[in-house]
C-alpha cells in the first residue's frame, strides 16, 4: 500500500496528484437518493463493494439501511468482514479448495452466503462446508440474459437447488439473477426490455421452485442502469448496485424515460490530475494514465472544461487536447494546473488506488483506505 | 499490500489465481538476449521499471550491465533506490512541490537525475535542488514524433539546456528522445523510418548543444519495438527498453524484418485464472477480468489454446469461446481447470497485482513483491 497523496485538513488544491478523490456532499446524496428509492420500492439494498472496495462505504450504506454488501471475491468478503460488515454475499462462483476454506471461516465473523451455477462446485462448497463445521447459505445462479455465468432458469436451476438443499451443510438460499449486460444498454427502453425478460424468468423459477418446496430467501440482482425495473418487478427483493455511490462517465451516458441522460446521481469521484507537461498550443499532458483510470468503458471526461477533448491515454500520460476558441478564452491549463477527470469507468479504476482523498468544498475530509484493492482472489 | 496467492516450493498446478505469474527460465532468457544486444551495439541499458515495478527485477537487468534504472514517477524511483538500485533516471517531467522535494531527497541515496520540457518547472527543479543542498542532473525532453511532451528539438532544446546549465543547482544531463508511438507500429519499415526521423532530431539537437558548449552525458530513448535502431544509430547511447523482460499479447504483433512477428523474445509473463463457470459447451468464464489484466491494448490471449478466442472481458471475468472442433478433441477447459493468459499489454497488468509468482518448470521459485505496484505520485 502506497502512502496517501494528501493529509487531512489540506485545501484540495494541494493534495498531490493522481489522486482518487470523493466529493462527500455528492457521495452522500447518493447514497441518500438510492436509500430513499429502495424504501420507497419495499426492497431491500446490498450493496455491490466490487465498486468500492472499502467497508467504510459499505457501512456508510448499512447505515441507510443496506442489509449488508454484495462481493465478487473471497478477498473483497475478507476486506468486508475484517471492516466491519456483518452480512456478505459472494454474488459469484467462488472455485478452488484454497478459496473455500477461506469463504468458510468468514463464516465465524459474520453472515456469508455465496452463489453457484454448477454441480460439482456445490460438492466441492458443501465438503469445506463440512470440514469447517458450518452450513453455508448457496444462492443458484440464473443466466438471465448475460450469457456469462448461471445455469439456465427453470428445470436446471431447480436441479441444482434441490442438489444444494439435499447437502448436508448447504442451505438453499435463493437465486442470483443479475443482469450485468443491460446495466450499459443506452436507452431507457432498452433496459426496461432486457430486465422485463429477466424478470420473467426470474419469476418462472421462483414458482418452479416453490412448487417444489424450496422457497427462496434472497431474490437478487440489478445495478445501477436498472435498479428502478427490478425494484418495480415485485419479484427481486435485494438490489445490488454499486456505481450509483460515484457514477462515471459510461453511466452518465445512459438515457432515461423521457430523454435526457440519467441524472438522479451525481459524479462524486474523480482523479486528480496536474499538468505536467505543455508544449505548445495544441496539447496539454496530465500526469495520469492507464495506471490511474481504466479506459475499458471509455476515455475520461473533463469536469470542469467539458469543451475539450481528452485525446487519449497512455501509461502514466493524459492528453488533453485545446483548440483556438480555449487558448483564446480567459481559461487556461498550464504546467501545474490541476484537473478533475471522471473516469469511464469507476469499478476498474478504484481498484487502481490505495486511497481515497475525501473532500467537502476547498478542504480535505478524510482518507479512506481501500483495502480490497487487489484483492483478486 | 494483498498476501501472495502462492508459497514457495508448491506445484504450479496449486498457486491460487487470479496470479501473476513469471517464468523464470523465458524472463531470464529475455535478460541475457537485451544483454547480449547492447553490448553489440556498444551502447548500455538502463531498462525501464515502469513495467516491472520491482527493484529485484532491476537489479537483475543490472547484473547483466545495466547501469542503472527508468522510473516514470518519484514513487517508482523510492522503490527502487529503496530496493538497492543506485542510479535512476526519472524519464519523464515531475511538477509539484511535493514531488520535487522526494525527488531531491532521493539524491542522498542514489544518483538521479530527472527530464524537463518547460522553463518554469526548470525554475522550481532548481528550488528544490537548492533547499536539499543538492546539484540534480536534468535531461532535456525533445519531441521526436510521439508529440505529447517535449520541448522541440533545435534552438528550443538548446535555450531550455542553457537554462538547465545557467540554474546554480542544475546540471545539463543531456537529452530524453523517446518516440514511444513508434513502439508499436506493425511494421519493420514503419518503425525503422518514425526512428530514423528520431535520431535525425536528435542528432541535430546535439550538435547545436555542442556548438554551444554543452555537453550531453544521456542521449536516452527507446523502447522494445525500436531498440535495435536507436542502438544501431550512432547518436543514442541509452536504451530504455522495459517491456522485452515479459513481452506481451500487443508486442508479439510487431513484424520483424524479412517477415514473421519478432521473436528474439518469449512471452514469460502470465495472468493464471482459473475457469470459474462453463454453463454449457459454448463458453467458459475465467475468475480474471479487467481487475487482473489491462485490456488498453486488446484482449488476453491463451498461452496453450490459441485456437480459442478470448471474447470478452468484465470486471471479475473473462469469456472464452469455444467451439465444436475443441469440443470434439480431446482437449476441454473445465470448471477448475487453469489457464495461462498473455495479457494485452504488460505494464498496466503488472501495475494491478502485488506480487509476482515466479515458477521454473511445475514449481514455484520465489515471490517477488511490485513494490512500486500503485506508485502514481
Chains 1, 2 share one sequence.
Not at 463493494?49 to 450504506?61: D, E, G, L, N
Not at 468486508?80 to 473455500?100: A, E, P, W, Y
Not at 465473523?109 to 460439482?120: P, Q, Y
Not at 500520460?317 to 480555449?326: E, Q
Request: hydrophobic fraction near 40%; aromatic fraction near 6%; glycine fraction near 10%.
Amino acid at each position: 500500500m502506497q502512502h496517501p497523496p494528501a493529509e487531512i485538513g489540506m485545501a484540495v488544491a494541494d493534495v498531490d496528484t493522481p489522486a482518487l478523490m470523493v466529493d462527500l456532499d455528492a457521495f452522500e446524496r447518493n447514497l441518500k437518493t438510492m436509500s430513499d428509492a429502495v424504501a420507497k420500492f419495499g426492497v431491500k439494498l446490498r450493496g455491490h463493494s466490487k465498486t468500492h472496495k472499502c467497508p467504510i462505504v459499505a457501512r456508510r450504506q448499512m447505515a441507510l439501511g443496506a442489509v449488508g454488501a454484495c462481493c465478487q471475491k473471497v478477498g473483497e468478503a475478507e476486506a468486508m468482514v475484517h471492516g466491519g460488515v456483518t452480512d456478505v454475499l459472494v454474488s459469484n462462483q467462488i472455485v478452488g479448495r484454497t478459496k473455500l476454506r477461506r469463504l468458510c471461516a468468514l463464516a465465524s465473523l459474520a453472515k456469508i452466503a455465496v452463489c453457484a451455477d454448477d454441480a460439482g462446485n456445490v460438492e466441492d462448497l458443501n465438503t469445506a462446508a463440512v470440514e469447517a463445521g458450518i452450513t453455508l447459505s448457496v444462492l443458484v445462479e440464473i443466466d438471465v440474459g448475460s450469457n456469462r455465468c448461471g445455469v439456465q432458469p427453470g428445470e436446471d436451476a431447480l436441479a441444482l437447488a434441490q442438489k444444494i438443499d439435499r447437502s448436508s451443510n448447504l442451505s438453499f438460499g435463493g437465486l442470483q439473477s443479475y443482469h450485468g449486460s443491460a446495466q450499459h444498454m443506452r436507452t431507457y427502453d432498452d433496459r426496461q426490455t432486457a430486465i422485463g425478460s429477466a424478470v420473467a424468468k426470474t419469476r418462472e423459477t421462483i414458482d418452479l421452485l416453490g412448487k417444489n418446496g424450496l422457497t427462496c430467501g434472497i431474490i437478487g440482482g440489478a445495478g445501477t442502469g436498472t435498479y428502478q425495473f427490478e425494484a418495480n418487478s415485485g419479484v427481486y427483493n435485494e438490489l445490488q448496485a454499486g456505481s450509483y455511490i460515484f457514477m462515471d462517465a459510461d453511466y452518465t451516458k445512459n438515457l432515461k424515460q423521457g430523454g435526457g441522460f440519467i441524472d438522479e446521481f451525481q459524479n462524486a469521484l474523480f482523479v486528480y490530475a496536474t499538468v505536467m507537461s505543455k508544449p505548445g498550443d495544441t496539447h496539454a499532458a496530465v500526469d495520469a494514465g492507464h495506471k490511474a483510470y481504466s479506459i475499458d468503458s471509455g476515455l475520461p471526461v473533463l469536469r470542469d472544461f467539458p469543451e475539450l477533448e481528452f485525446a487519449g491515454a497512455s501509461d502514466e500520460h493524459g492528453k488533453i487536447l485545446l483548440n483556438k476558441a480555449f487558448n483564446d478564452s480567459n481559461k487556461s491549463l498550464n504546467v501545474g494546473d490541476k484537473v478533475f477527470l471522471i473516469p469511464g469507468h469507476v469499478d476498474p479504476t478504484v481498484n487502481l488506488h490505495d486511497w481515497y482523498v475525501c473532500y467537502r468544498g476547498d478542504r480535505v475530509e478524510a482518507l479512506w483506505p481501500i483495502t480490497a484493492r487487489g484483492a483478486l482472489q
